[in-house]
């Protein structure tokens, strides 16, 4: 089993809906949570980061769920320029702290 | 704002040769990472080191190697290039060691080995 797993998508949704992606993780020591944007050929880039409380960023919320260990990104009112890549990243901790990567969902927001 | 820069944004290379790949921080970040993105694989890490000549191997390193005498430099090698080495290569730092920093990307420097 992946450490960290997501839906490859593609997600495509029409402008203005709303849509949820979840990122799933194995390791319950896991703990930082981060989504990162990638545009196509692009470098990855902090969306932002997930808090045990929930937090919410403009249009983008996320969320997290140590119970059933996964995280989630909500998308409201979504706009063309939200197209591209979303990438979860936990931090674990196993001796030395470690980033590791999802594969990424991708999104495309059809006008 | 962070700036990670790396020396080449494309790269073309023969089998046998060898590569070197540089990526340069401006923030005085302790971490430097690489990273190499492939499509299904998402990003895998090579090497990386959280001091000035620390190294530490990441989950992939074999046919690599890194050098970093500067703090704000960090060199990716690949000391006899192969086909299956053909990747996106990343390249990041953070600020502190420790756990909860986030990470900061260069451009990526796509490489093609022949």
């Known amino acids: 089993r992946k450490e960290v797993e997501q839906d490859p998508g593609p997600f495509n949704v029409p402008e203005g809906a709303t849509v949820a992606f979840n990122c799933t993780y194995s390791?319950?020591?896991?703990?930082?949570f981060f989504w990162y944007r990638q545009d196509c050929r692009k470098e990855p880039k902090l969306l932002m980061s997930v808090y045990s409380s929930g937090n919410e960023d403009g249009r983008f919320t996320a969320q997290l769920n140590r119970a059933s260990q996964y995280i989630s990104l909500l998308i409201r009112d979504s706009k063309l320029s939200d197209s591209a890549t979303y990438l979860c990243?936990?931090?674990?901790?196993?001796?030395?702290?470690?980033?590791?990567f999802g594969t990424g969902t991708r999104l495309k927001v059809l006008a | 704002d962070v700036k990670v820069t790396q020396s080449s944004r494309y790269l073309v290379k023969r089998t046998g040769e060898k590569v070197f790949l540089e990526c340069v921080q401006d923030m005085d970040h302790e971490n430097m990472f690489w990273y190499r993105q492939d499509p299904g694989l998402g990003l895998r890490l090579i090497y990386f080191s959280y001091d000035v000549k620390m190294k530490e191997k990441g989950d992939i390193p074999e046919g690599y190697s890194v050098s970093r005498e500067k703090k704000e430099r960090f060199s990716l090698i690949l000391e006899s290039a192969s086909t299956n080495q053909t990747s996106m290569y990343l390249c990041?730092?953070?600020?502190?060691?420790?756990?909860?920093?986030?990470?900061?990307f260069g451009p990526g420097t796509r490489l093609l080995v022949l």
């Open positions: 990041a730092s953070s600020l502190l060691a420790g756990g909860e920093e986030t990470q900061y």
């Open positions: 390791n319950s020591a896991s703990q930082s």
């Open positions: 990243v936990v931090i674990s901790t196993s001796g030395t702290y470690k980033y590791i």
